[in-house]
């Protein structure tokens, strides 16, 4: 079964940037819709950004519009969650998974803490 392996995040100062990277061991991403999730501790995980395949349309929360910024790259099997302007609100930890996300596919995540 495939599993998504995110990495990239780390502490960053409010108003910085990060670049999330999302890659599949088993499958090729170009099979599916691929969204950016983030969960916060307590609340449920919700999604941030999409992206279909083949066509690359994005769509995003009203929170990280403007600010966020979802891409693939399938010669690398890749998708990308660039993000500037973090604020603290930004703070969890970020999954990708398929738009209508498998349950068995989630990774462990990549934590992102954004505080001054």
């Known amino acids: 079964q495939a599993q998504f392996v995110e990495s990239g995040g780390g502490l960053v100062q409010p108003g910085g940037s990060l670049r999330l990277s999302c890659t599949s061991s088993v499958t090729n991403v170009n099979f599916y819709n691929i969204a950016w999730y983030r969960q916060v501790s307590g609340k449920q995980r919700e999604l941030v950004a999409e992206?279909?395949?083949?066509?690359?349309?994005?769509t995003y929360v009203d929170s990280v519009k403007g600010r966020f910024t979802i891409a693939s790259d399938y010669a690398k099997n890749m998708v990308y969650l660039q993000m500037n302007n973090l604020g603290v609100d930004d703070t969890g930890g970020y999954y990708c998974?398929?738009?209508?996300?498998?349950?068995?596919?989630w990774g462990v995540g990549t934590q992102v803490t954004v505080s001054s």
């Open positions: 992206i279909t395949s083949p066509h690359g349309r994005t």
């Open positions: 998974n398929a738009d209508v996300p498998i349950s068995s596919w």
